[in-house]
């Protein structure tokens, strides 16, 4: 139900600002929120966060307009789960969203970048297995949407009330969280801009990697087309994999680069290089080199990000176990077998149990992983009643070729947000905000400023 928890706002601990190339004022904001909004004396997390404004130097500082030192927010919430924000000259819509008027703040979520991360030695400190498995199911959407209202009243303290909402944007996870957002304290919201972002509306993932592993497998078919060469070259290299085991060969991470790890290159679809530099190498040399094994170690960010890991699957859950549920639905797809007398595919964005045994840092969380994986009272994430009677708007760019958020799924959900007006196309990838950045801005502005008759 919406607004049935009362949010207090965050306590401001630091805030720093610096002009920087671009003529950007960047502040560096350091807050404090409870750690369990459900049990506020049991402790706190250190949030930060980066906004941005533009760099001004009127000829009479005295005269600077008064408006301008109170523009309107937006909050632009990172894919994931489990990465942190770049600075803001990093992101190529900082300006633009600048140029329309308002002031960026670019939040590290908790448990990643600055707010309080979490890593296996970090949640080595916390207890026992169980109790960092508990401790990790407060960093989903529910928790941070709650973060996000109280930074909010903390950055709009001396604004007319009027003025006290926000604009949110969501990339991907960032998405989701802002239909979590919307669910839960819509109070907070003047608008919210969604980029690959509509989350599936279940209580449960294994319909959501059903029809992620068709989308994977028309990718795969698409590339291979692209590069047909690969078809020889991936199937030796991962018969070489095979035949050495699944330990032998080692990264600079200490990570194993098993048959079945060189498998999920897939998850960015950038693998010909890799697959041409280690192709090569096998045949000029016999062996990878640490520059190749460098960046097949780097190409997947889940030793520096374990949240990406460990919560991945329960971002989907309501009251239900994951269980694994990428790793069982894999059996209803046997394209994706190695030992296959056709193209070998990679794999997508899917979290298998053996991960924790071929990823360095990941191995640390074996048994606290299998815990995760097995728990099933995670709250509620999405209430549909609320979305039926949104009131603020909502502008979704979506993708048909997205093949982390199921097209279909997306556009259920669209229909289920009252007022929610879609940009769709199938000409753009999942990643259309970062690669065509213009395109994208563009549609979702004309959803905002222009009108249909």
Request: charged residues 25%.
């Amino acid at each position: 139900m919406a607004g049935s928890m009362a949010i207090k706002a965050a306590k401001i601990v630091e805030q720093k600002t610096q002009i920087v190339p671009g003529k950007l004022k960047i502040t560096e904001h350091f807050f404090d929120v409870p750690k369990d909004y459900s049990k506020p004396s049991a402790g706190t997390l250190r949030l930060f966060a980066r906004s941005a404004r533009k760099a001004e130097n009127p000829a009479d500082p005295e005269e600077e307009d008064e408006k301008k030192k109170q523009l309107p927010w937006l909050l632009y919430l990172q894919g994931g789960p489990g990465f942190e924000c770049r600075s803001p000259q990093a992101y190529p819509w900082t300006n633009t969203m600048l140029d329309k008027g308002y002031q960026m703040l670019y939040l590290d979520q908790r448990g990643t970048g600055l707010s309080t991360p979490i890593s296996a030695s970090t949640l080595g400190l916390r207890g026992d297995n169980p109790v960092q498995a508990n401790y990790l199911k407060l960093f989903r959407a529910d928790s941070i949407v709650k973060d996000c209202e109280a930074i909010r009243k903390a950055l709009t303290a001396g604004y007319p009330k009027a003025k006290q909402k926000w604009s949110i944007m969501g990339q991907s996870f960032g998405g989701f969280c802002s239909i979590t957002y919307l669910s839960f304290f819509p109070e907070g919201l003047k608008e919210a801009f969604l980029c690959g972002g509509l989350q599936p509306l279940v209580k449960g993932p294994d319909e959501v990697y059903r029809r992620l592993y068709k989308k994977v497998i028309q990718r795969n078919e698409s590339y291979y087309q692209k590069y047909p060469e690969d078809v020889e070259r991936v199937k030796s290299i991962v018969k070489l994999l095979q035949r050495f085991g699944n330990s032998t060969v080692r990264l600079p991470s200490e990570g194993s680069l098993s048959a079945r790890r060189f498998q999920q290159l897939g998850l960015m679809f950038g693998a010909h290089e890799i697959v041409l530099r280690v192709s090569t190498e096998l045949e000029l040399f016999g062996h990878i080199t640490r520059q190749t094994l460098a960046s097949i170690d780097g190409a997947i960010g889940f030793d520096s990000n374990i949240l990406y890991a460990m919560l991945h699957e329960p971002i989907y859950c309501q009251g239900t176990a994951p269980n694994w549920s990428a790793h069982r639905i894999r059996e209803e797809f046997p394209q994706f077998d190695l030992d296959t007398d056709g193209p070998v595919f990679f794999t997508g964005e899917m979290i298998y149990p053996w991960m924790f045994d071929d990823y360095s840092e990941l191995r640390k969380l074996k048994d606290q992983a299998e815990l995760v994986a097995q728990t099933s009272d995670w709250p509620a994430l999405f209430d549909e009643e609320q979305l039926a009677k949104n009131e603020v708007p909502v502008y979704a760019a979506t993708y048909m070729e997205d093949m982390y958020v199921d097209f279909n799924f997306a556009q259920e959900t669209a229909a289920k947000i009252k007022g929610c007006k879609t940009f769709v196309t199938n000409a753009l990838y999942h990643d259309a905000v970062r690669s065509k950045v213009d395109e994208v801005m563009k549609q979702l502005f004309a959803l905002r400023d222009d009108t249909i008759d």
